[in-house]
């Protein structure tokens, strides 16, 4: 795949350059393509017996060249060339839509799937879903500021025909997705992660550790994910592992609410395990998210989370 040139003329492709045999060829545009200048993008659409070929070109930063960075097929819309646009059709286009259709290698006015590279997107009624193994994301005019830097607003849906989105999200440098929530589900998710430490470890947690889990559970880890983690520790193993049943029980009733066991308590968690209704990990979550430990752990944990700080990105960080 070789580098090229692009000669533009009043935002206009006018001849290619290819690097060939050791030295610069000259080409120009063949009947069917088209060239679509974006910044320093350049989109070569091509159609021919109804197929669509689209290659996006980016400028080499410090150079005149443009390397090849995605490379894509479709079936065409009966032979229209979709990145073009006569008069009539510019002036019938709000700017708002046109800075929206040159941010996408694809005509956001014609419905369909289009690939780009490895990313597949659906256009439905003008609007375009990137679809992730976990939904379909669609970008918004919103931007979240947080520690000095701005990111952008994205909703994402479990199919690209529904209405309201199923959550809101940024989408960080490495491509992930990390969960906005809202104030109220931010402060319950940390304070059932705080309690998590005091059960499991018998303590509160350290900051850094703390952070670290917090920034997971925005990102896609499952709480459950999170218990199962720390019952693999050395600190619960040294504690616990070597228990049965019982032995389990009694040690976590006087751990994690400080009393013995009740005999109908005891008798009830016992049943659950022994008929493995319920795991160790699922049966320590119980605890740790029981009413009486909410109320033994409330100061604890209400003073951890005052002097940790806030971790999550919640809803109040967006502006339009």
């Keep these: 795949m070789s580098d090229k040139k692009f000669e533009i003329v009043n935002g206009l492709v006018v001849r290619i350059f290819e690097f060939e045999h050791g030295q610069w060829q000259q080409e120009y545009p063949e009947p069917g393509e088209s060239y679509h200048v974006s910044g320093d993008r ?5 159609n021919e017996h109804g197929q669509q070929e689209i ?36 002036q019938e286009t709000s700017d708002g839509d046109d800075n929206e259709h040159e941010s996408y290698p694809f005509d956001t006015r014609v419905d369909g799937v289009y690939t780009v590279g490895d990313d597949e997107y659906h256009v439905i009624n003008g609007q375009v879903f990137e679809r992730e193994t976990d939904g379909y994301y669609q970008t918004t005019d919103q931007q979240l500021e947080h520690e000095g830097q701005s990111h952008t607003i994205e909703h994402r849906y479990s199919s690209p025909d529904e209405e309201t989105p199923q959550g809101i999200n940024i989408r960080q440098e490495d491509g992930s997705h990390r969960e906005v929530e809202s104030p109220e589900h931010a402060l319950a998710e940390d304070q059932s992660l705080a309690r998590l430490y005091k059960a499991v470890f018998d303590r509160m947690p350290d900051t850094d550790g703390f952070q670290y889990w917090s ?3 925005d990102t896609g880890v499952n709480f459950d994910d999170v218990v199962e983690n720390f019952l693999v520790s050395p600190e619960f193993i040294n504690t616990y592992s070597e228990l049965d049943n019982s032995q389990f029980l009694d040690t976590l009733y006087n751990n994690v609410l400080n009393r013995d066991a009740d005999s109908e308590g005891h008798q009830y968690w016992s049943g659950q395990l022994e008929s493995n209704t319920l795991s160790r990990a699922q049966i ?19 003073h951890f989370i005052e002097t940790a700080g806030q971790s999550s990105l919640t809803t109040d960080m967006i502006v339009s």
């Design 284 to 302: 320590v979550q119980n605890f740790s998210e029981s009413s009486e430990f909410k109320d033994l752990s409330a100061a604890d944990v209400g």
């Design 215 to 217: 920034e997971r559970l």
């Design 55 to 90: 290659e996006v070109y980016l400028k080499t930063p410090g150079s005149d060249t443009y390397y090849q960075t995605h490379e894509s097929s479709s079936q065409g819309h009966d032979g229209l060339d979709l990145d073009h646009r006569d008069d009539h059709d510019h």
């Design 42 to 46: 350049i989109i070569k659409t091509e």
